[in-house]
């Protein structure tokens, strides 16, 4: 296993020095975990296993904006894991947006900016706080961010009226809020 | 902010499956307003969190070596400065500065307003307007989706007052008639999923040029 702090010394040490070793450990770790989550949305393997490479790839390219007080290394390579998966999409005739426009996010901000409560120990929350949605809230939330789908989508595949979606979606998005808020505060 | 984003859509944002020109203006609106980021923040971890629990697939060792061979040819980019907007686009937060071409300027359209069209893949129309204090759009209601996020100054219209961050979305109910509010000009990303149709007397003489996207 890989704790969120050994991994973003990973990160740093690829941005500080090159680091090939430090980028193979954090490529037998994610890489796999990449592809995986990948497939979950219908991608054939083949398919996920080049969005994987490509996004790890962006990764050393990329170490150097890695922010840990902004992101842990799991959201940072799930953004550009996505906009991979975007990419691909683009090629297979989709249009899409830069991976660049959403990075800014997570990018590095100014020393008195406000430093993301995300940042390191979240994971175990949000997973958490996954297992306690309920069924239809978690089916909205999945949705989204394995299959790719936009809330319109969503409703029309489950033959829903488009407001009860929306109304999932806040409710699943109000608890997230909440229990982060808790930690926050 | 008064008017945020609906959740929904910031969820579609975070999850990467809005097109170019409605992800853009909630990227605005993202950049703009703290509870935005904030909420787009928390979805990332989400994902992050998603991808973290995942079992990992079997291994391949022949991909990590393939990989690291190709890194030869891929070099680890320096920290990025800190954006600095171009002179005369101090308006425009970061996510914008990629679209904005150099010798873009502002064409009027009907004598009350001006614009800047973007050029993005997909089929929505993007546009910057900037209205004059005081100066009102014509009047229109909407057919398709429309996002509006204000990047500077304000308007006013009958569902409210908005300011910089904030953001509209199409369609209302009514017919609508925003009118820029005191002080600078207003400044605004629109997208637009299908023509406006113009409502008022000169407005329907100018529908077929709208609709062929002459202005």
Redesign the interface.
Known sequence: MLSPDEAADLIEA??AR?D?AA??SL???????????I?RGGTD?ETA?EVA?EA??MV??????FDRG??????????I???K??DLARRAGR????T???L?????E?ADA?K?V?AGQ??TR??EL?GGLSADQLVV?QK???E????T?IAEELKLPLGT??SR??LA?GR??EA?EKEES | MSHPAPEELLLDYAAGTLAPGPALAVSLHVALDPAAHRMVERLGALGGALVEGETAAPFDEALLQSTLARLDGVAVESRPAPYVPRPGFEWAPEPLARHLADGMRWKRVFGSFEEMRLRLPGEHRVSLLRLEPGRGLPMHRHVGEEFTVVLQGGYTDSTGNYGVGDFAVGPGPEQHEPIADPGEPCIALIVIEKPIVLTGPFGRFLNPLVRRGVI
Request: proline residues 4%; positive net charge.
């Open positions: 690829i941005a090159q090939r980028f193979a490529f037998r770790h994610y890489a796999p975990r990449v592809k995986a989550f497939m393997a296993q490479q790890l790839i050393w390219r990329k170490a150097a904006s902004r992101a842990s290394v799991a959201t940072w390579i799930y953004t894991a996505r906009n998966r975007i249009p899409a947006i830069e660049e426009d959403w800014t996010v997570f990018a590095p100014e406000d993301s995300l979240t994971y949000v997973k996954l939330i989204a961010f394995f790719d789908k936009t809330h989508a979606v929306k979606i806040r998005l997230l809020r982060l």
